[in-house]
């Protein structure tokens, strides 16, 4: 599992389980075996089996340890992480936060123990658009993380390049490539040059190429994510719709709507049939569309597809959240181009107020790629 190898993993999980079921292991080994297995079907996309499994294993594992145990907190972790693939954001929030409380009960705030738990929250505050409060956690986590496992560590990488994607979304490109740059070395030298765990951080390059002027090698990072991902069994799907959803962003900047449209197409129907997920992957990707269907005068087409990725946003986001800010922004060139300027007046002012609030520099959806 730690190599991304989880067909390979599956068997060995499964039969580990059925052993545990047939020899009456102890409660102990019983709950270890559930927690592996849901965190592969997590790592799978298979959220749904992944809940089942370890709210199984949570159970168990509080009868065994109490409902305060470090054990229970790290579990809360990985139930966190499948609520997040479920956009399931309060419920994820939820399980974080008393997971934090349990460790703040055995460890004190600068302990290693408690660095994974406020990475976690830094990364969940950053799909909900809270930029600030994210930055915060990684700002202490990291510090910690480096003390006491050193900066060329695995797990030091794989903080470094979370740090990296959001710095990227605040426009602030130079820390972000400051950080792959770092990462991105330790990450290869662990899974070598071509895995597709290497893929979040080739998106992190690919993102701060992208906005620096670089756009040769932003497509060749996005193409070669997506190569990899298609070429490897084991990587989970969703991985592979982020990598479509970001190509489909770049065809429309450079201006090759037939491409994004194909490869917005192939995400969407990844999303749609994907166990439990979608909610905000599916917005952006429902966006995308959109404006490819504005390049081509399709207006009535383009603004259901807006009013679709608004409805889903705003269903699991507060109205500040950055993606509500880029639907909004292909509105805006949508009533410009059919004459209505009140409108697009009108929400300009509430895309500007989301982009100052998440302090998110202003690019406008028209803009070129040559």
């Not at 499994?53 to 109490?66: A, I, N, P, W, Y």
């Not at 592979?240 to 491409?259: C, N, P, T």
């Not at 997920?277 to 959109?290: H, K, P, Q, S, Y």
Request: hydrophobic residues 40%; charged residues 25%; contains cysteine.
């Amino acid at each position: 599992m730690a190599c991304g190898g989880y067909k390979k993993a599956e068997p060995f999980l499964k039969s580990a389980l059925s052993l545990a079921r047939s020899t009456d292991a102890s409660d102990s080994e019983m709950c270890a075996c559930m927690l592996d297995l849901a965190f592969l079907y997590k790592s799978q996309g298979k959220l749904t089996e992944a809940e089942a499994m370890c709210r199984s294993g949570l159970e168990l594992q509080q009868e065994v340890h109490g409902q305060n145990h470090p054990h229970v907190a790290h579990t809360l972790r990985t139930l966190s992480e499948i609520h997040q693939g479920q956009v399931r954001y309060r419920d994820a929030l939820g399980c974080l936060e008393r997971a934090i409380a349990i460790m703040r009960r055995v460890s004190g705030e600068d302990d290693p123990e408690m660095a994974p738990f406020k990475v976690d929250m830094a990364r969940l505050l950053v799909t909900q658009g809270d930029f600030a409060r994210a930055e915060s956690y990684f700002a202490e986590a990291i510090v910690v993380i480096e003390n006491n496992y050193g900066p060329d560590y695995l797990y030091t990488a794989k903080v470094l390049t979370s740090m990296a994607r959001l710095y990227a979304l605040q426009g602030r490109h130079a820390r972000a490539e400051e950080l792959t740059a770092r990462a991105l070395p330790i990450q290869e030298k662990v899974y070598g040059a071509n895995h597709h765990l290497l893929v979040p951080v080739w998106l992190a390059m690919s993102r701060t190429c992208q906005s620096t002027g670089d756009l040769a090698k932003a497509r060749a990072l996005l193409e070669k994510s997506l190569a990899v991902l298609t070429e490897q069994s084991d990587s989970c799907p969703l991985a592979e719709a982020d990598v479509l959803s970001r190509l489909g962003e770049f065809h429309i900047l450079s201006e090759e709507y037939a491409e994004a449209e194909k490869v917005l197409r192939r995400a969407l129907e990844i999303l749609e049939g994907s166990s439990g997920a979608g909610g905000d992957r599916t917005a952006t990707v429902l966006n995308g569309l959109a404006r490819v269907h504005l390049s081509r005068g399709k207006y009535a087409e383009a603004q259901e597809l807006c009013r679709r990725a608004l409805e889903i946003l705003e269903s699991v986001f507060d109205e500040h959240h950055p993606s509500i800010a880029d639907v909004l922004e292909t509105l805006i060139k949508l009533h410009h181009m059919t004459g209505d300027e009140t409108t697009a007046a009108r929400l300009e002012q509430r895309a500007e107020q989301i982009r100052v609030r998440t302090r998110v520099a202003y690019v406008p959806t028209a803009r070129t790629v040559h």
